[in-house]
């Protein structure tokens, strides 16, 4: 297609622009993820009236209701990332469970959950992975027993990212127990506080407990609850690992990092020189950019195929491999550049940026295992993309 901007998207950035410089004491200081909820749920709901976030979900679903447009939706991405501005929020309600209802839900579901999804008022987290089933996610073993009109359910996941503070769960559970394993799993919405749920934390080398284990005893949970019908979970699993691969590779989330990299090098010296000025700095610096722009690049011919309802095919493959390797990388570059003050952690006087570059490195470094492993999609991009012959298995004596 042609990226050429017309004086109507020039228009736009004008437009963009007025609205970032008009409510700029809404975001700065304090844009990132600390800031209060409700300051950042009334960002979130000033969007969408504005057409900034929820952009395409249509208004009857709470969103803003516009037409697909590639070069707006650059334009948005650009302009915020300028300005060092929140896009809002993304987290695995939005950009895992939301399109998969707008794809698969009923329309009781859609009208449901959506609207309060997109404005923060309910928090999601994801029923997947278990201790057996993991990368061979249909192996899971949590399974939901008929009991009248409703379902038993008893298991464990593992790794559930934001289960202490979600007050929903989209899960998988094994409802067709006589079925092959890919097609005896549902995918069921119900309350974390439904009684027979218990959850404990697991703190991972962030010194933060970002995931969580999750036991089910007999949670009871309606079968209406069901999306997509039942034993067509790993069909609407699916659908939701595509957009959980988009979210995790996210372009505009990289570059609004990448942006942060560039001021951290410009103001960090090394005896008095600037770290940007360095040409061993610089030049790694400009290597990841590069990256970063065939990323963005990338992140067009995906946008493009789901306007026109076409498969992304390869470009589809790479995001998710692609967005978690860099962002590792970026980070990296940051501790670096960092020197001695790179490895401190938790606090002190000397913490640059309240030590989110040594998070982000040490985080980042599990998102690439986490969402499916690197190997893994290397084995998808190799057998689905290339057409590559599969990966052969050993033989067992």
Known sequence: MDLRLTPDMESFRDEVRGFLVAHQDRYAPGAGADRPREAAM??????????YAARTIPQAYGGYGAQPDILKSRIIAEEFTAAGAPRGFANQGISMLVPTLLE?????????????????????????????????????????????????????????STAAQA??????????????????????????TTPGIEVRPLKT???????????????RVPQSAVVGGRGRGWFVANATLKHERGMLGDPNATEARFAALIDLMKSETVDGQRLIDNPVMADRLMALQARLMTMKFNGLRTL??????????????????????????????????????????????HLRAKGSWQR?????????????????????????????????KLAVV
């Not at 962030?206 to 969580?212: D, L, Q």
């Not at 084995?379 to 590559?388: A, F, K, V």
Request: aromatic share 8%.
């Open 104 to 160: 698969v839900g009923s329309e009781e579901q859609k009208t449901r959950w959506i609207s309060p999804t997109l404005r923060g008022e309910t928090v999601w987290c994801q029923g997947y992975s278990e201790p057996g089933a993991g990368s061979d996610l249909a192996n899971l073993q949590t399974k939901a027993v008929e009991d009248g009109e409703d379902f038993l359910i008893s298991g464990q996941k593992i790794w559930t």
């Open 304 to 349: 493009t195929a789901s306007m026109t309802g076409e498969s992304a095919g390869m470009a589809g493959m790479v995001v998710k491999l692609q967005g978690c390797e860099l962002n590792h990388q970026i980070a990296a570059l940051a501790i670096d550049a960092l020197g001695e003050l790179g490895v401190l952690y938790e606090d002190g006087p």
């Open 167 to 192: 007050d929903m769960i989209f899960c998988l559970v094994r409802t067709e127990p006589q079925a092959p394993k890919h097609d005896g799993i549902s995918y069921i919405l119900f309350p974390m």
């Open 205 to 219: 080398m962030t010194g933060s407990a970002e995931f969580n284990e999750v036991f089910f005893t007999d949670v």
């Open 42 to 51: 009334e960002w979130q709901a000033l969007l969408i009236d504005n057409g």
């Open 360 to 392: 982000n490195y040490m985080f980042d470094l599990g998102l690439i295992i986490g969402g499916g492993t690197a190997q893994i999609q290397k084995n998808i991009i190799s057998e689905r993309g290339l057409g590559l012959p599969r990966e052969p």
